[in-house]
């Protein structure tokens, strides 16, 4: 099993109550030391304007400017987007920045890329909000566009949402074709069928029960098109809260729901049992436990988010030690 790493970047709460002054330090210091280590293949950041579980005002870094950013600071670690929304930046001039953060990092580039659903940064923003469909459409005409432009060093399209006429790129991205995509969602007639012709890796529902149907329906839009369903990495992210005992695990459920009760009193019982509730939450054993059954469903590929990430490593490091090693 392959392990990724979020780095806390606000979007959940995640810098809240420290400097913002000392926002890029923290945030450097966690890439540079699962850099470092050899535990997490890569690291992560959301691409999101406005902070959830509401747009309270806190502090939320903008995702591709970190993805250079960790490029230029570290040397070994994968850099990823869970995920870009197709929506929020045109496709022609995404395929360019993914490109140049390509060539900062030396090739170390994932892309992930999505449909969006966050409505009001959507409209606070001014993209107004399409239907879901709309979106869906934008990101299959994006990715045409990312292909054309990463492999060719221009595209064409005359689309229904989107239209470039010679758009060119140069220098095409260190890696050959581009940046591996990873498509995100799990909408079964559409976002599948997109992943199923253009995905290198998915990413969607990571629990048992609704990782194993995702699959089944990907595996069918697979078969569809005539692609090896093995081709495709299937990949999920994960919530984890960890402790030796009980009693630790407890410890650091009641430090989530305090923390949150700090900028978003009205959100924190749905926000703790969503925690409470993950596959990955008790000691070591139970989440390696629990991790070798989703292997088993094909779930290879485990994006992890520690929410005490910026203030405390120490679930982190146990992680690293006494989980990772019975996976690799």
Same mark, same amino acid.
Not at 96 to 110: C, I, P, Q, W
């Given at each position: ?131 879901? +469909?709309?979106?869906? &459409?934008?990101?299959?005409?994006? /990715?045409?566009?990312? !292909?054309? *432009?990463?492999?060719? $060093? ?123 509730? +993950?596959?990955?939450? &008790?000691?070591?054993?139970?989440? /390696?436990?629990?991790? !070798?059954? *989703?292997?088993?469903? $094909? ?30």
């Amino acid at each position: 099993m392959r392990f990724g790493l979020f780095i806390p970047q606000g979007w959940r709460q995640d810098l809240t109550g420290i400097d913002p002054q000392q926002h890029w330090p923290v945030m450097r210091g966690l890439a540079q030391w699962a850099d470092a280590g050899d535990a997490y293949e890569s690291i992560w950041v959301y691409d999101h304007f406005h902070a959830v579980p509401e747009p309270n005002g806190e502090a939320t870094h903008e995702a591709w400017t970190l993805v250079t950013a960790f490029g230029a600071v570290t040397d070994r670690v994968r850099l990823g987007q869970m995920c870009t929304c197709m929506g929020y930046r045109n496709p022609a001039y995404l395929a360019k920045v993914a490109a140049t953060a390509d060539h900062v990092s030396g090739g170390r580039v994932e892309m992930g890329i999505g449909a969006g659903w966050y409505e009001h940064e959507w409209r606070a923003y001014g993209y107004g909000f399409p239907t879901a +469909g709309e979106r869906i &459409g934008m990101l299959d005409e994006g /990715v045409q566009i990312f !292909r054309q *432009l990463w492999t060719d $060093g221009v595209a064409t399209l005359d689309g229904t949402h989107y239209q470039v006429d010679g758009a060119q790129l140069a220098p095409l991205p260190l890696q050959a074709g581009g940046p591996p995509l990873w498509i995100a969602g799990g909408g079964e007639k559409k976002t599948l069928r997109i992943a199923a012709q253009h995905a290198q890796y998915t990413n969607f529902d990571g629990s048992p029960e609704g990782f194993a149907h995702k699959s089944q329906v990907l595996r069918g839009h697979c078969e569809a098109i005539g692609r090896p369903f093995e081709e495709i990495t299937r990949s999920a992210n994960y919530n984890v809260v960890i402790g030796r005992t009980q009693a630790e695990v407890d410890d650091r459920l009641a430090w989530i729901a305090e923390h949150y009760a700090a900028t978003v009193p009205a959100k924190v019982d749905g926000v703790a049992e969503e925690f409470r509730n +993950g596959p990955l939450v &008790g000691t070591p054993e139970q989440i /390696v436990e629990k991790l !070798r059954e *989703l292997e088993k469903l $094909g779930m290879t590929y485990a994006i992890t988010y520690f929410a005490e990430a910026a203030y405390d490593r120490s679930g982190i490091e146990l992680f690293v030690d006494e989980v990772v090693p019975q996976l690799r």
